[in-house]
């Protein structure tokens, strides 16, 4: 089993609609969690991060880490074509080093 | 800017013949980590370093040598490349405390 899965796609969706992106990751130990986008050719870019079970928020986005289920959500709401992108959710135990989930690759259509 | 820097951005090389790929942050972070990008398998680290002369193995070592001699540089090593290690490579760094910045990828073809 992967520590981190997430489904690889691509999930397309209309313009303004609401996405949910999420991961499941094995393993228990005390945990930071990231979710990151990555545009093609580019190089992966945080989006949000947090160490704690419960929501957080920021602009269009919100992250939900649930640590009794070990489920990682991504929510992107009034989605736009400019959210195309691949999303990795990303945990780590500790700052040396991050395990990554494959990706879900993001279509919105305008 | 604060950036992560990585040369070349795509380089083909031949079986055998080492080369070095650089990766510079301007950031002042005592992390730094470089990661290998591949299909079906996603981000998967090869060395990471805590700070200055502090180095230590990732999940996919084999084929890699790196080295931190100051704190802004983090070079990836490969001494004898294999078609194998074609792929998709990522320097990353951090303070610790907010996830990591990553650089814009190196795409290195071995044939």
């Known amino acids: 089993q992967k520590e981190v899965e997430q489904d690889p796609g691509p999930l397309s969706v209309p313009e303004g609609a609401i996405v949910s992106l999420n991961c499941t990751y094995s393993?228990?130990?005390?945990?930071?969690f990231m979710w990151y986008r990555q545009y093609s050719r580019k190089g992966p870019e945080l989006l949000m991060y947090?160490?704690?079970?419960g929501n957080k928020e920021d602009g269009r986005f919100t992250a939900q880490v649930d640590k009794s289920s070990k489920y990682i959500s991504l929510f992107i709401r009034d989605s736009q074509p400019s959210d195309s992108a691949t999303y990795l959710c990303?945990?780590?135990?500790?700052?040396?080093?991050?395990?990554f989930g494959t990706g879900t690759r993001l279509l919105v259509s305008p | 800017e604060a950036q992560v820097t990585q040369n070349p951005r795509y380089l083909i090389t031949v079986t055998g013949k080492k080369l070095t790929v650089t990766c510079s942050q301007n950031?002042?972070?005592?992390?730094m980590s470089w990661y290998r990008q591949d299909p079906g398998l996603g981000l998967r680290q090869i060395y990471y370093?805590?700070?200055?002369?502090?180095?230590d193995k990732g999940d996919v070592p084999e084929g890699y040598k790196v080295s931190r001699k100051e704190k802004r540089n983090f070079p990836l090593i490969l001494e004898s490349p294999s078609p194998n290690q074609t792929s998709l490579y990522f320097c990353?760094?951090?303070?610790?405390?907010?996830?990591?910045?990553f650089g814009s990828g190196t795409r290195l073809t071995v044939v």
């Open positions: 990353a760094s951090s303070t610790g405390g907010n996830g990591y910045t």
């Open positions: 393993n228990s130990a005390f945990q930071y």
């Open positions: 947090t160490y704690s079970s």
């Open positions: 990303a945990r780590s135990t500790g700052f040396q080093k991050l395990v």
């Open positions: 950031m002042n972070h005592e992390y």
């Open positions: 370093s805590m700070n200055v002369e502090v180095t």
